[in-house]
């Protein structure tokens, strides 16, 4: 299939109305007014940014206890075999600087 350019994609989802969301979700796309936008932004922003950190925090889905410790076990095991390779590799180095190069 040949790219599309930007323009042959945005005609070819305005003619697919179902698959871009319906005409409703169409019609939300259209910019906003100023006025609009300006009423979106009152308030303080250090409480609207709490505010909305809570609620997308409520919207998680988090991780039962088995789960965190199988992951927590996967990370350390990981960790082990990365650092006991770079620990060989690095003895390994130095043994050729000290002992080929440096005679």
Not at 36 to 43: D, F, I, L, N
Not at 44 to 73: H, M, N, Y
Request: net charge positive; with cysteine.
């Amino acid at each position: 299939m040949a790219r599309q350019s930007r323009q042959q994609r945005r005609e070819r989802r305005a003619q697919q109305p179902a698959l871009a969301g319906g005409p409703a979700a169409a019609a939300s796309r259209q910019p906003r007014s100023e006025p609009e936008a300006q009423r979106e932004r009152r308030g303080i922003p250090g409480v609207r940014f709490v505010q909305e950190s809570i609620a997308e925090l409520k919207k998680v889905e988090w991780p039962d206890q088995p789960a965190v410790v199988s992951g927590t076990a996967v990370v350390m095991v990981a960790c082990l075999i990365v650092g006991a390779y770079l620990w060989a590799n690095d003895e390994l180095w130095k043994y050729v600087v000290h002992h080929v190069l440096l005679r």
